[in-house]
């Protein structure tokens, strides 16, 4: 595995997920517009607490997945159809380089998309971390674990269903996850049964852990516990379940 063919192909993929216009809409636009409407639209169940305190963690938390889960997979699916990963296995680059170079992509992604979203809120909507310039770092790093969770998850997928089905369910699950996992519904409204499935989410502890950095809060190993367990998980069955060949 060449270095500089990882950082090529890398290159590319991050190139092609800018490019996209529909993945430019699940990575940025989707979560930048929950952020944006629902601090200027007094809707949410906040009580008098402040409305960007309880979103920044959770569309942090939902670009990762909007990435990691989405995009990357969606992406992933169709070289998989079109016969472009088969054909990557006998470069170079080889399987083992892919992978890293398909991660590599995504933290470049989420990379952009912490920026925008941190610098959105502290800049325009004057919103500012109880934790401090700590609990900002600790969030950079929540945010990195969760893409490479949620990609792991979304290689999952892209390898073993076929490109539309990926695109189907991918979108299914992004969806089903904004709902339950506490982005921009607070759990303590939803129905006991719900809000327990949404804490054991990929995303329910991605946000819990998120808003515990970010508070300056103990008490988030249980969280990050589970979205670690959410990644083992999806790394052991991606990685004995992907299929190369459409």
Do not use: C, H
């Not at 989420?110 to 800049?123: D, E, I, K, N, Y």
């Amino acid at each position: 595995m060449s270095g500089r063919a990882v950082l090529a192909q890398a290159r590319l993929e991050t190139r092609l997920l800018l490019r996209s216009s529909e993945s430019l809409l699940v990575t940025l636009g989707i979560p930048l517009g929950v952020l944006v409407f629902f601090t200027q639209v007094p809707v949410l169940p906040v009580g008098d607490g402040d409305a960007a305190t309880f979103l920044v963690p959770g569309v942090l938390g939902l670009s990762a997945t909007a990435t990691g889960l989405v995009a990357s997979a969606i992406q992933t699916a169709y070289e998989r159809k079109s016969g472009a990963l088969k054909l990557l296995g006998a470069t170079p680059l080889g399987r083992g380089g892919f992978v890293v170079a398909k991660l590599t992509s995504v933290v470049a992604m989420l990379g952009v998309q912490a920026v925008l979203v941190l610098g959105v809120a502290l800049v325009g909507l004057g919103w500012r971390p109880a934790g401090g310039a700590a609990g900002l770092g600790a969030a950079v790093g929540a945010v990195l674990l969760t893409g490479l969770v949620m990609a792991a998850l979304g290689l999952l997928l892209a390898g073993t269903l076929t490109a539309e089905l990926t695109t189907a369910v991918s979108n299914a699950l992004f969806l089903a996850l904004l709902l339950l996992g506490g982005v921009a519904v607070d759990p303590a409204v939803l129905p006991d049964a719900l809000a327990a499935i949404g804490g054991v989410t990929p995303l329910g502890a991605a946000v819990g852990l998120l808003r515990g950095v970010l508070d300056g809060a103990s008490g988030t190993g249980a969280a990050l516990a589970t979205l670690v367990g959410w990644g083992a998980l999806g790394t052991f069955a991606a990685t004995r379940t992907f299929r190369w060949d459409a």
